[in-house]
């Protein structure tokens, strides 16, 4: 089954700084790959999304890219201001409707 | 009511008791999901809900018992439980078919503390 590897677990930027996340799948077949932000107290809620047939997405001060043929993708935030403070999950989608997700990546933004 | 809710939002119970978490979600979608969250694994697949039909069981233990009455509504049945089981239980839901967004709605979650 596919595999989904997240770095780093932990980031620590200055606001203002950008951040970035990485992550590594297995499957090759995997096709979706989103990008969720977890806030104390709450689910995973979606932030942005990428399809394999698209190098590079943007919304605002995020944007993800993925490289199909090393099997990565990853998270850029721009700008970071202290809500960007948070745990950050990649994950992939292979067959069917199961998404994989890495292990996280909890975020940290001094102000 | 919007999105996917979760009930309760905290649950103490003790060993031998009976209880269970709910999750409905108002968003129209035919796929639902039990997550569990805790600090060994940041997102351990449960279950999975196709149509109202259990597609996946990922290797849970028996004192986890999911029901899904329609595509809205599911539920998880706990009984005699260990300390270990001590977490956040997320629920999710997202669309099914063709051109669908793959997509996952998450609840709030229920945080699960087994005495």
């Known amino acids: 089954g596919e595999n989904v590897e997240q770095h780093p677990s932990t980031l620590s930027v200055q606001e203002g700084d950008s951040a970035v996340i990485k992550c590594t799948y297995s499957d090759s077949a995997s096709n979706y790959f989103p990008w969720y932000k977890q806030e104390l107290g709450k689910g995973p809620q979606l932030i942005i999304d990428?399809?394999?047939?698209?190098g590079e997405k943007k919304d605002q001060r995020i944007a993800v890219t993925l490289n199909k043929t090393a099997k990565h993708f990853s998270l850029h935030i721009t700008e970071t201001q202290p809500e960007d403070s948070a745990v950050y999950f990649c994950?992939?989608?292979?067959?069917?409707?199961?998404?994989?997700f890495g292990g996280g990546t909890r975020v940290l933004v001094k102000p | 009511e919007t999105g996917v809710t979760q009930t309760p939002r905290h649950l103490v119970m003790g060993m031998t008791n009976k209880k269970s978490l709910k999750c409905e979600q108002h968003?129209?979608?035919?796929?639902m999901y039990w997550y569990k969250q805790s600090a060994k694994k940041p997102l351990e697949l449960m279950f999975v809900y196709n149509f109202k039909e259990q597609t996946e069981n990922n290797s849970v233990p028996s004192r986890f018992s999911p029901e899904c009455p329609n595509s809205s509504h599911l539920f998880l049945h706990l009984h005699t439980l260990q300390p270990e089981d001590s977490a956040l239980y997320l629920c999710?839901?997202?669309?099914?078919?063709?051109?669908?967004?793959?997509?996952?709605?998450f609840g709030s979650g229920t945080r699960l503390t087994v005495v």
């Open positions: 968003l129209g979608h035919n796929a």
């Open positions: 999710a839901s997202s669309q099914l078919g063709t051109g669908a967004n793959y997509g996952y709605t």
């Open positions: 994950a992939a989608r292979a067959a069917g409707n199961k998404l994989t």
């Open positions: 990428i399809r394999s047939n698209v």
